[in-house]
C-alpha cells in the first residue's frame, strides 16, 4: 500500500461523490471545553510541583513526607486526566454535532484523544457498512512549531484496517478513507492501502 498526497493543485479535482466536509469553527473556540483544558494544565503544574517536592523529601530521607507528595502527584495526574477527558468530550461534541457519521472532526483533541475517537468512529463505520469516512484533522497550522501531529497519528492508526486512504482530500485539512469491505472479507490480514 501507499498513501496518496494530493498537492494544493489537485485540491480542485475532487472525483468523488462525498461532499466536502463544512468548514469549522476555530479550534480554542468553545469556552467551556476550554475551561477543562485550563484546569487540565493547572493540574499538570500542581502534578510536576508534587513530584519535585516528593523527590526532595525522598532525598532529603523523609520517606513518609515523600510519599505524601507522591500521593498528592497521583491525585493531581488523575484530576488532570479527568479534566481532559471532559474537554476532549466536550470538544469531539462541538465540532462534529450536525454531522452525519461519514465525517468526523478532531479540532481540540490531543492526539492520544483522537486517536481513541478515530478507532471508535471506524469500528462505527464499518458496523453501520459505511463505505467511506472524512477525517477533519486540519492543516496543523497550530502544532507546536508547525509541525502537524494529527494528521501523521491518524495515517499511522489507520494502517490497521482494510482501507484505501487519501490524505488532503477533499482538503488539505483532510484524510478521506474508503473501507473496501469485500478485501476484507478474503484477506486474512489487517492492512491498509494507503494511496
Known amino acids: 500500500g501507499y498513501i496518496q498526497r494530493r498537492s494544493s493543485r489537485d485540491m480542485g479535482n475532487t472525483s468523488?461523490?462525498?461532499?466536502?466536509?463544512?468548514?469549522?469553527?476555530r479550534p480554542g473556540s468553545v469556552p467551556e471545553a476550554d475551561v477543562y483544558?485550563?484546569?487540565?494544565?493547572?493540574?499538570?503544574?500542581?502534578?510536576?510541583?508534587?513530584?519535585?517536592?516528593?523527590?526532595?523529601?525522598?532525598?532529603?530521607?523523609?520517606?513518609?513526607?515523600?510519599?505524601k507528595f507522591f500521593d498528592?502527584?497521583?491525585?493531581?495526574?488523575?484530576?488532570?486526566?479527568?479534566?481532559?477527558?471532559?474537554?476532549?468530550?466536550?470538544?469531539?461534541?462541538?465540532?462534529?454535532?450536525?454531522?452525519?457519521?461519514?465525517?468526523?472532526?478532531?479540532?481540540?483533541?490531543?492526539?492520544?484523544?483522537?486517536?481513541?475517537?478515530?478507532?471508535?468512529?471506524v469500528a462505527r463505520c464499518k458496523r453501520?457498512?459505511?463505505?467511506?469516512?472524512?477525517?477533519?484533522?486540519?492543516?496543523g497550522n497550530r502544532s507546536v512549531d508547525g509541525i502537524p501531529k494529527l494528521r501523521p497519528a491518524v495515517e499511522e492508526i489507520m494502517t490497521k484496517y482494510k482501507c484505501s486512504v487519501t490524505v488532503g482530500k477533499p482538503n488539505k485539512g483532510c484524510i478521506f478513507v474508503e473501507f473496501d469491505e469485500k478485501q476484507e472479507l478474503h484477506s486474512w490480514f489487517a492492512h491498509c492501502i494507503i494511496m
Open 16 to 25: 468523488s461523490s462525498a461532499p466536502a466536509p463544512a468548514a469549522s469553527p
Open 128 to 139: 453501520d457498512k459505511i463505505p467511506a469516512l472524512t477525517i477533519i484533522v486540519g492543516a
Open 72 to 121: 498528592l502527584a497521583n491525585q493531581q495526574r488523575d484530576l488532570m486526566v479527568a479534566a481532559n477527558k471532559e474537554a476532549a468530550r466536550l470538544y469531539f461534541a462541538h465540532y462534529n454535532r450536525g454531522r452525519d457519521i461519514a465525517t468526523i472532526d478532531l479540532h481540540g483533541l490531543h492526539v492520544k484523544e483522537a486517536v481513541a475517537y478515530v478507532e471508535a468512529h
Open 37 to 67: 483544558r485550563e484546569k487540565a494544565g493547572k493540574h499538570a503544574r500542581e502534578r510536576d510541583a508534587a513530584r519535585d517536592r516528593a523527590q526532595k523529601e525522598k532525598e532529603r530521607g523523609d520517606k513518609r513526607a515523600a510519599q
